[in-house]
């Protein structure tokens, strides 16, 4: 029975946020290579793919308040050119890496009520999953009816579609390999979080630490609890932070679905 997987490459991942719009092209070959080799090994692998906006996108959202309701329209309009052509780079690297990728821009589908989603075209991600291909969306503008513009968060996708489609597994792949009591990059003294569940939430919501850079959809705090939630609602899912800076993570997750690597979170 195939299994399907969700895998978001963060935009901290793929992009250097401290410096706009600058991919890390060598990151991003490395994931595709490393996507490639998971789906070539495991014939039953069925793989949704995503990534967020980094230094491209959370620039002008963050500067034309795209997120909470636009002041200008202009900022909206580049803020979706600048996303699409990171979504350029990454959908080229992939194919040429031999990995069957797919773009689907969520602009083109997704509207939104006071920041929540409320719908997005699922026909052409089952489609493409049905033929064996690879969807990829990713973090991008969306109208609000409430407030005129917004942001659709990979994460907040991948919450939409999560009831829709049923995956087993969401791995969400950044710098660092998972979560932990502070900022390792900074603190030598940080501890890795191996699971977080139900029992420890209420325990480690303090030490998250915001991400570094200008992140306009909340830092890893926010994931956590996004994706937290999202697991309470769906029993058998399992949720795994972990580093895509390390060769073969990726694949080694993608390969072994009892995988510990990193943060586990379930319900």
């Known amino acids: 029975m195939a299994e399907l997987v969700f895998l978001k490459l963060g935009g901290s991942l793929i992009t ?3 410096r706009e719009a600058t991919p890390r092209l060598d990151v991003i070959q490395r ?3 490393e996507v490639c080799a998971a789906l070539r090994q495991r014939a039953d692998l069925r793989l949704l793919l995503g990534h967020g906006s980094g230094s491209f996108g ?20 580049l803020t979706a050119a600048v996303a699409a052509r990171l979504n350029r780079l990454v959908t080229d690297i992939f194919l040429a890496e031999g990995v069957p990728v797919v773009s689907l821009s969520p602009f083109a589908s997704a509207y939104c009520r006071a920041g929540a989603l409320l719908e997005l075209a699922v026909r052409p991600i089952r489609a493409a999953l049905d033929h064996g291909l690879v969807p ?7 109208f609000d009816e409430a407030q005129g513009s917004t942001i659709a968060s990979t994460e907040e996708l991948f919450v939409y579609l999560t009831p829709l489609l049923s ?10 390999d998972g979560v ?5 990059q900074l603190d030598p003294r940080a501890e890795q979080i191996s699971h977080i569940t ?17 992140d306009v959809t909340g830092g890893m705090l ?3 609890l996004t994706m937290h939630r999202l697991a309470q609602e769906q029993p058998l899912l399992c949720v795994q932070i972990l580093s895509g800076l390390l060769p073969g993570r990726i694949a080694e997750a993608l390969l072994n679905p009892a995988s510990c690597a990193g943060t586990i979170i379930r319900r």
Not at 180 to 184: E, G, I, L, Q, R
């Open 31 to 33: 994931a595709a290579r």
């Open 58 to 77: 959370h620039v002008p959202a963050h500067r034309y308040h795209v997120r909470q309701g636009c002041d200008d329209w202009w900022g909206f309009a």
């Open 167 to 176: 995956p087993r597994r969401i791995i969400l792949a950044g710098e660092v």
């Open 16 to 18: 250097d946020k401290t």
């Open 198 to 214: 139900t029992e420890n939430l209420a325990q480690i919501q303090g030490v998250l630490a915001g991400s570094r850079g200008v």
């Open 222 to 224: 926010s994931k956590v």
């Open 180 to 184: 932990y009591t502070s900022d390792p």
């Open 136 to 142: 990829l969306i990713y973090g991008d503008v969306a």
